[in-house]
């Protein structure tokens, strides 16, 4: 359906890095350096969470300590994971593979809740709102026609895109101009596989919606705190609360607050992903990889994203270690006993890269 797709990874959300105030120097530090710089705006990637997760340590630490307990308890055991894993992601499918249900979503829920305390208090990568700016139809607000895969479980998109919704920024409007694919969503809006842009989540979003929403429904708070600005303590409290309501609490039955992160290795709904991806890769002819690095515990998904591409010309892969991923790309087309299309690498990552095959 799309002839241009995006695929995105960690990398296109990586924000900027630099000096920070004294006072939020983080205390941990991943390479041993005294004068460790700390992230501005964006998301850590995968190896900077010990960094990311002292520095947001270092920034909440001045609020009611009662409110920090399960905070604190949540940051911590990412911290202690990050360092003894290669990433978050490797020990979650571990959890996953072993069967350990409880701790499995316990942990989902502790990384959606660092995503969401993180994005409260740091600004998206300014790259997504140049991207969207050039994209975007003055008269009509639309997108060309295009489909965006995410294996990004952060809301970036969503924050710069809500600038564009003029009148009351909830979620639920922004995915619904978005036309956005969550799998384990059951009550914002439907994606449109007809539609001509769509915005796939395939390891879903780091959120949590109410199972029985109500006027007091923390769906209202801690989605649309991202662009509103409730105080600091409130937000705490509703992140305790959450955290005391979701499905690790309530292994066996519905929890009052259910996760919107769902890994794209889970059973449920993968089936669901791989239709959608193939009916919107169907007539690609030119991907844009960008900030990805196509790591082995998402091999199923990547095989299928080329596999459901029958019609691709051109990959463009912009990286700034663009010539390695084009050999990890190149490496899948041997796998799958198919010829490579033309394989394009750009390694200036100052702004999105927009192909002329998009018009």
Partial sequence: MSKVIYLLGAGASY????????????????????????????????????????????????????????????????????????????????????????????????IALFFLMWQRSHKHDIRYDAFIASLIDAETGEFPPMTILSWNYDMQFEMSYSKYITEGRALWKIWDKLNV??????????????????????????????????????????????????????????????????????????????????????????????????????????????????????REIDRHIFLSMPKLKTIYVQDIDAVNVKERVTAIFEYLQRDAPRIIPKTDVGQFFIPNELG
Avoid at 27 to 51: H, T, Y
Avoid at 253 to 265: G, Q, T
Wanted: aromatic share 10%.
């Fill in 15 to 110: 924000g900027e890095r630099g000096d920070l105030p004294l006072s939020l120097k983080p205390i941990v530090s991943i390479d041993g350096a005294k004068d460790r710089q700390g992230i501005l705006r964006g998301m850590p990637i995968l190896n900077e969470f010990p960094l990311a997760i002292s520095q947001l340590q270092q920034e909440v630490s001045s609020l009611n300590r009662e409110n920090l307990k399960i905070v604190s308890e949540i940051l911590t055991h990412i911290l202690n994971v990050s360092k003894e894993y290669p990433t978050v992601d490797t020990y979650a499918k571990m959890l996953y593979t072993t069967k350990r249900s409880e701790d499995y979503e316990k942990f989902k829920e502790e």
């Fill in 181 to 298: 694919y969550c799998k384990s969503n059951g009550s914002l809006p439907k994606y449109d596989v007809t539609l001509p842009f769509a915005f796939i989540k395939l390891n879903g979003s780091a959120m949590f919606h109410a199972s029985k929403p109500d006027d007091r429904s923390l769906r209202y708070t801690l989605q649309d705190v991202l662009w509103e600005s409730p105080n600091e303590e409130q937000f705490v409290k509703d992140v305790n609360t959450i955290y005391e309501n979701g499905q690790h609490k309530n292994i066996f039955a519905i929890p009052k607050y259910v996760n919107e992160l769902s890994y794209a290795w889970d059973n449920l709904g993968k089936e669901q992903i791989k239709q959608n991806i193939t009916q919107r890769g169907e007539k690609c002819e030119t991907l844009v990889i960008i900030g990805y690095s196509f790591p082995y515990v998402n």
